[in-house]
């Protein structure tokens, strides 16, 4: 099993024969640590393959384009586990209408809320509420295909359109208040929490 720093440990003591040294660990190397597979991991997915008794919280992953290891929150109870979240909101704590340069290399504590760090490997579009090739807009990255800015209007940093459809997840954090400003997805306005996850496929070994 790996720890979330990515070693393996091992302690050795001496159980059999009978203990020595009035059951103190054995002479010599006490500890081992080993360099773990498993920590390779792009997402949490990959994690809960090697691990399946891994429960919600924060790990280590690697990304697969900088190689660097990245902390996410991974749910590992939603629908089997295995999700990456990317995007996390739910007491408003950390303000999400930031310039695109913050969105490209993510904000926010991952214990909490946040973007996650190297999300734009992950930038996507939510075909349900999303015209397919809608680039990712904030106020000072104005891409959209509106005549005005977008997110400056709304308040957020989206793949907004013309601009926007039901959805509005990184708008202001205004729970029970609907208005275009504000969180908000399908009828709903002024929600008080949000998330968004991702699920890579992985075969066992």
Not at 14 to 37: I, Y
Not at 172 to 200: A, H, Q, R, V, W
Request: charged share 20%.
């Amino acid at each position: 099993m790996c720890n979330v720093n990515c070693n393996k440990i091992r302690i050795r003591s001496s159980n059999n024969p009978a203990p020595e040294d009035d059951g103190r660990n054995c002479r010599g190397l006490a500890v081992e640590v080993t360099h773990c597979s498993v920590c390779l991991a792009k997402d949490c997915s990959e994690l809960l393959v090697h691990d399946a008794r891994l429960r919600s919280g924060v790990y280590n992953i690697t990304s697969p384009l900088t190689h660097a290891k990245v902390p996410v929150y991974c749910d590992m109870d939603t629908d089997g586990g295995g999700w990456t979240i990317f995007q996390r909101r739910f007491n408003g704590s950390v303000d999400f209408y930031r310039n695109f340069s913050d969105y490209e290399h993510g904000f926010g504590h991952v214990a909490g809320e946040y973007w996650l760090v190297d999300s734009s490997l992950t930038f996507f579009t939510d075909s349900a509420h999303t015209p397919v090739g809608s680039a990712f807009s904030t106020y000072d990255h104005d891409v959209d295909n509106f005549a005005t800015n977008c997110a400056e209007t709304f308040k957020g940093g989206w793949w907004y359109n013309a601009c926007y459809y039901l959805i509005n997840l990184n708008g202001l954090y205004k729970p029970g208040i609907d208005e275009t400003t504000s969180m908000k997805y399908d009828m709903s306005g002024g929600l008080t929490s949000s998330t968004i996850m991702f699920k890579g496929t992985v075969k066992k070994a």
